[in-house]
């Protein structure tokens, strides 16, 4: 006997009160069953759109659900419920995955190219709250996924049986919710903006998905023809960087420093101060520099896909390319440098374990977290400052005697998320091994900001790396030194608020005059702060513009 049989046979069946509790218990389970089903139809898969009100919607797909049950023969129902709560069960976790990469990359879950990705997650749940709290964070979402999709195919069933126990109230109710679907549609009702009334989104969300699949399928094929043009490969190393021959140059990243950090009215007037200070101060040392925006490849996270798209000249958003492209023999800036005679080098702080990619990059050296010989405390995700970071760079490197023009690449790490904890700047000369920084960094496990503190606290990561590297110049900058830093991506949405561009800044200092010279047709703004009219150009176009304006 069904819950909805002891729910029919009225308050004898097995008691009063026995009765009547089941009675509450069954249609608890339907009213649970129900709004399950409704969720997983309805739920936006976009984090911005997350809203009471955008819960307020008649699912187009529900509708047809109860009509199909209806008409389906009797044999064939239970099977069919069932079939479709599992795939129902399928979708909501797929709307899971896109929420959560909108929250954090912009952008939705890729069925093909992004499964490699959930390693860097794990591994940086395991960095940030260690490595039981990421065992936990994987089995919890197998149990998760499983759950999800079980219960979706119960519930499916139960919702099934009601609709066939009232056909005649089902078929009604269909065919009035139809009706107003269909003026809704008509319309164009929405409670939210960008959220109709009149919802198809789980229909919409699978054939999404699966055009996003074949496009991914062919991918592979589409990188294949952008990789096989490059019009560097077979250029001399005489006639590569002349314009910055015997020069060094550093190259640096700064983690999720993006347009937002110079351009959003909760970041701007601070941020913006440090960069307007750091131009007058750079000015002031003898330095000159200008400023243009690139729009990255990623946002959110995924820097290494960024630096390979700067790196190569070729549009890396995803892990299928960039481990085609390391596997490849596509010129990067550094093999370039190197070919023309400088000493490349990598300064990697994140890295703390074998990273064979470091050989596809033409390394003569890389610096990662096991050989920076750093001995001070842990800041986060970060496990080191960027102060440190620089000053190794100077002194086992820059500051030897007899030796070739270097270039350096370094990723600078302290305003990665989750900005727990920000380093101090301290005398240069007292940076040592590290130590000094004893009593400011918070360790790996560090709790995340609460509330609008996580945004003062990501502000001051950047306006922390940006002294940094104004203070550097100052210190140890000369007639020889370049110094191009620029933002990865952006931050999360989280930060930047829902809308933002995946526009990051990027800068050249130097204190020769001809190297700016150089990139006068670039139509660059003077000093550290790029104009909000400056051009903006896509990442993958820089290598190019850079080896044709220093070329020989």
């Not at 399950?36 to 008649?58: G, H």
């Not at 060094?248 to 601070?270: M, W």
């Not at 440090?274 to 946002?299: M, N, P, Y």
């Not at 020769?512 to 703004?525: F, Y």
Request: aromatic residues 8%; positive net charge.
């Amino acid at each position: 006997m069904t819950d909805e049989d002891v729910e029919a046979a009225g308050p004898d069946a097995g008691g009063a009160g026995t009765g009547r509790r089941r009675r509450i218990a069954a249609r608890a389970a339907t009213g649970a069953a129900f709004l399950l089903v409704l969720a997983a139809l309805i739920t936006p898969d976009e984090f911005a759109l997350l809203s009471p009100a955008a819960f307020v919607r008649i699912p187009v797909e529900g509708v047809l659900g109860v009509a199909l049950i209806l008409v389906v023969p009797a044999k064939a129902r239970r099977y069919a419920a069932g079939t479709a709560g599992a795939v129902l069960g399928l979708v909501l976790v797929l709307k899971a995955m896109d929420i959560g990469f909108d929250a954090v990359l912009v952008r939705p879950f890729d069925l093909v190219l992004d499964w490699p990705l959930l390693r860097p997650a794990v591994e940086f749940v395991d960095e940030s709250a260690g490595r039981a709290g990421a065992i936990a964070a994987v089995v919890l979402t197998v149990l998760l996924t499983a759950g999800v999709i079980a219960l979706m195919s119960l519930s499916a069933l139960r919702l099934c049986r009601v609709v066939v126990r009232h056909d005649r109230t089902a078929a009604r109710t269909a065919a009035v919710l139809g009706t107003i679907w269909v003026v809704c549609a008509v319309l164009g009702a929405q409670l939210v903006h960008g959220v109709p009334v009149a919802s198809r989104s789980a229909a919409v969300l699978a054939y999404d998905h699966a055009r996003a699949v074949r496009a991914s399928l062919n991918d592979r094929e589409e990188f294949a023809k952008a990789a096989a043009v490059d019009r560097f490969r077979d250029t001399p190393g005489d006639r590569l960087l002349a314009g910055l021959r015997g020069k060094d140059v550093v190259l640096a990243f700064v983690e999720s420093y993006g347009r937002s950090a110079v351009e959003n009215p909760q970041f701007a007037p601070q941020v913006g101060a440090v960069l307007d200070r750091g131009s007058q101060r750079l000015r002031e040392a003898g330095f000159a520099s200008r400023s243009g925006w690139l729009t990255s490849s990623t946002a959110g996270g995924g820097s290494w896909l960024a630096h390979a798209t700067l790196l190569s000249g070729l549009w890396i958003d995803n892990q299928q390319r960039y481990r085609t492209l390391v596997n490849s023999d596509r010129l990067t800036l550094n093999t370039a440098f190197r070919r023309a005679d400088s000493r490349t080098v990598a300064l990697m702080p994140a890295i703390t374990r074998a990273w064979p990619e470091g050989t596809f990059y033409g390394y003569d050296k890389v610096y990662d977290e096991r050989n920076l010989g750093y001995r001070g405390p842990r800041f986060s995700f970060a496990t080191m400052p960027d102060q440190y970071t620089l000053s190794t760079l100077q002194h086992a490197e820059l500051a030897r005697k007899d030796r070739s023009p270097v270039m350096a690449e370094t990723a600078l790490v302290s305003s990665h998320a989750p900005w727990a904890s920000v380093p101090r700047l301290v005398p240069w000369d007292e940076v040592g091994d590290g130590s000094i920084f004893t009593g400011m960094g918070k360790g790996y496990d560090a709790p995340w900001p609460a509330g609008g503190r996580i945004r003062t606290e990501y502000r001051r990561s950047i306006e922390y790396t940006l002294n940094t590297l104004v203070s550097y110049m100052e210190t140890y900058g000369n007639d020889r030194t370049v110094l191009v830093f620029l933002g990865d991506h952006q931050p999360a949405p989280l930060i930047t608020g829902p809308g933002a561009s995946r526009d990051v800044p990027v800068t050249i200092v130097a204190k020769d005059e001809a190297v700016l010279g150089k990139i006068s047709e670039w139509n660059w703004q003077d000093g550290l702060r790029p104009g909000r009219n400056t051009p903006v150009w896509p990442m993958s176009a820089f290598r190019d513009r850079f080896l044709t304006a220093f070329g020989g």
